[in-house]
Nanobody
Framework: EVQLVESGGGSVQAGGSLRLSCVVSGYISPYYCMGWIRQSPGKAREGVASIPEDGYTSYADSVKGRFTISRDNAKNMAYLEMNSLKPEDTAMYYC?????????????????WGQGTQVTVSS
């Protein structure tokens, strides 16, 4: 069974930085897409970033230029470097994997999630 475990969340002031990590246990194809999704109370789930096996990254407009997604297939890990954080970035951040990156932006039954890590940005 595939399990994803996120870490690295926390509380920072606006303008600060955090680096989220995700370790995947169990087998997933290196061709699977990895990504990050976030959700705040009362708001819809939002895709943040995705990275397929070829490394072609995609970002939500709200985080472009501030967040960087990466992956290490040898270690079965994914990362999200978050800089210039804003209060509106406050959310639970989930690591996800899916056979195609469409499953990150529009999760389906094939999308697998972690339990999430909380990011809180104060003004």
């Amino acid at each position: 069974e595939v399990q994803l475990v996120e870490s690295g969340g926390g509380s920072v002031q606006a303008g600060g930085s955090l680096r989220l990590s995700c370790v995947v246990s169990g087998y997933i194809s290196p061709y699977y897409c990895m990504g990050w999704i976030r959700q705040s109370p009362g708001k819809a789930r939002e895709g943040v970033a995705s990275i397929p096996e070829d490394g072609y990254t995609s970002y939500a407009d709200s985080v472009k230029g501030r967040f960087t997604i990466s992956r290490d297939n040898a270690k079965n890990m994914a990362y999200l470097e978050m800089n210039s954080l804003k209060p509106e970035d406050t959310a639970m951040y989930y690591c996800a994997t899916s056979p195609a990156c469409a499953g990150i932006w529009m999760p389906s039954s094939d999308t697998k999630w972690g339990q999430g890590t909380q990011v809180t940005v104060s003004s």
